[in-house]
């Protein structure tokens, strides 16, 4: 079973904020959600991740609703290095090894 | 510079070879990871191991055999067992009961003629 739903594509705007959501209706109170990117042909580079407040770091901002079920990731002024397949997971940081990626999102940043 | 490394970056092999990949880190990091990608598909995780001396299989084990004699190695073994062995490999390695941070290897891209 996914524990994540995502848009399998989106396109973006050089300089417009990305905004990508992920469903997670089934995501239990322990689990984190964590979003990595994969730039074509290269390793996942983590993003960031979160429990249920909003954060922020040199990369991105991820928003988290109050119920927990979706989030919001948002690269503020998207740049073409930027585009990339981007994967939303949940997992709870004990079991560091259950990352499971599933198709995630491909991003295409248009000049 | 901390990080870590993959090679080769692209392997070709004749069906019915052993082949191993190498994956080495210099962060300091407990638990080391292999995962597999094929064209347009997400990671499936292949082993694992938190410490020296022990591993764990993952979700696509069978064909894939492992060791971790050092902290700072985990090789991948391909097998002639493993019997769709084309695929995109990835290490990955993090700290053990912390963010949940994995950092990932450029990729070992490997082709089974």
């Known amino acids: 079973d996914a524990k994540t739903t995502q848009p399998t594509s989106m396109d973006c705007a050089e300089g417009r904020a990305a905004n990508l959501p992920c469903n997670h209706s089934t995501i239990s109170g322990n689990e984190y959600v964590y979003w990595y990117r994969q730039i074509h042909s290269q390793g996942p580079q983590y993003i960031i991740h979160g429990l249920k407040n909003n954060e922020t770091n040199e990369m991105a901002s991820l928003i988290i609703t109050e119920d927990r079920k979706s989030s919001t990731l948002i690269l503020p002024h998207a740049t073409l290095r930027d585009t990339a397949v981007y994967y939303c997971?949940?997992?709870?940081?004990?079991?560091?090894?259950?990352?499971?990626f599933g198709k995630g999102t491909k991003l295409s940043v248009i000049p | 510079d901390g990080g870590i490394t993959q090679s080769p970056k692209y392997l070709f092999r004749k069906e019915g070879q052993n082949v191993t990949l190498s994956c080495e880190q210099n962060?300091?990091?407990?638990?080391m990871y292999w995962y597999r990608q094929d064209p347009g598909q997400g990671l499936r995780l292949i082993y694992y191991s938190q410490i020296v001396n022990d591993f764990q299989k993952g979700d696509i084990a069978e064909g894939y055999s492992v060791s971790r004699e050092k902290k700072e190695s985990f090789p991948l073994t391909v097998t002639s067992a493993q019997k769709n062995p084309t695929a995109f490999y990835l290490c990955?390695?993090?700290?053990?009961?912390?963010?949940?941070?994995?950092?990932f290897g450029p990729g070992t891209r490997l082709t089974v003629l």
């Open positions: 990955a390695s993090s700290i053990v009961g912390g963010k949940n941070t994995q950092y």
């Open positions: 962060l300091n990091h407990d638990a």
């Open positions: 997971i949940v997992s709870t940081p004990a079991g560091s090894y259950q990352l499971t």
